[in-house]
T-cell receptor, first 115, second 110 residues
Framework: EPEVTQTPSHQVTQMGQEVILRCVPISNHLYFYWYRQILGQKVEFLVSFYNNEISEKSEIFDDQFSVERPDGSNFTLKIRSTKLEDSAMYFC?????????????FGEGSRLTVL | QKEVEQDPGPLSVPEGAIVSLNCTYSNSAFQYFMWYRQYSRKGPELLMYTYSSGNKEDGRFTAQVDKSSKYISLFIRDSQPSDSATYLCAMSEGNTPLVFGKGTRLSVIA
């Protein structure tokens, strides 16, 4: 069964360092997303990406964040200068059609710990 | 008022019980309603999807949407220990990203 894969599963970094989280969406999907879940909190939308550009982003997705699809398979989330409050589980998701109507396929997540 | 409210539990039931999970919401523009299941240290997995009001059944799972009350439910019949997970409701207007509830942690005891 096709799945979304994410690396690394866990990353520990120092405050102020740059972090790149990587995702390989399902191959025939066209819409890509990053969500995050702070421990004990809701899953929150960060950004959606379609046709090689950001289609929507939340207030959380400020100038410290960027996304890229550098080749035909990877989808990355970069945090330029990490803060303590960036510690969370980051989920990549993809969908064949716009995921705003529900059918998102999530990866297992990358846990980011900022010290 | 928070946009989507969900009792975090935990909810503990004996095997075979009927489980009822619920969410309320404030945004009357929500049209798409989903339930995701999340096992520990895994990503959310889509369980049920409903458009607008009504019921939808899939095996042991039934999703209900009551838009007049802004209330959605997920029923699990004949619950199994393998159903132990966190259940997240999520909803969308259709042209906006999903908004998730906080999740209800369910334990089904054998």
């Amino acid at each position: 069964e096709p799945e979304v894969t994410q690396t690394p599963s866990h990353q520990v970094t120092q405050m102020g360092q740059e972090v790149i989280l990587r995702c390989v969406p399902i191959s025939n999907h066209l819409y890509f997303y990053w969500y995050r879940q702070i421990l004990g909190q809701k899953v929150e939308f960060l950004v959606s990406f379609y046709n090689n550009e950001i289609s929507e982003k939340s207030e959380i997705f400020d100038d410290q964040f960027s996304v890229e699809r550098p080749d035909g398979s990877n989808f990355t989330l970069k945090i330029r200068s990490t803060k303590l409050e960036d510690s969370a589980m980051y989920f990549c998701a993809s969908s064949a059609v716009t995921g705003n109507t529900g059918e998102l396929f999530f990866g297992e997540g990358s846990r980011l710990t900022v010290l | 008022q928070k946009e989507v409210e969900q009792d975090p539990g935990p909810l503990s039931v004996p095997e075979g019980a009927i489980v009822s999970l619920n969410c309320t919401y404030s945004n009357s523009a929500f049209q798409y309603f989903m339930w995701y299941r999340q096992y520990s240290r895994k990503g959310p997995e889509l369980l049920m999807y409903t458009y607008s009001s009504g019921n939808k059944e899939d095996g042991r799972f039934t999703a209900q949407v009551d838009k007049s009350s802004k209330y959605i439910s997920l029923f699990i019949r004949d619950s199994q220990p393998s159903d132990s997970a966190t259940y997240l409701c999520a909803m969308s207007e259709g042209n906006t990203p999903l908004v998730f509830g906080k999740g209800t942690r369910l334990s089904v005891i054998a």
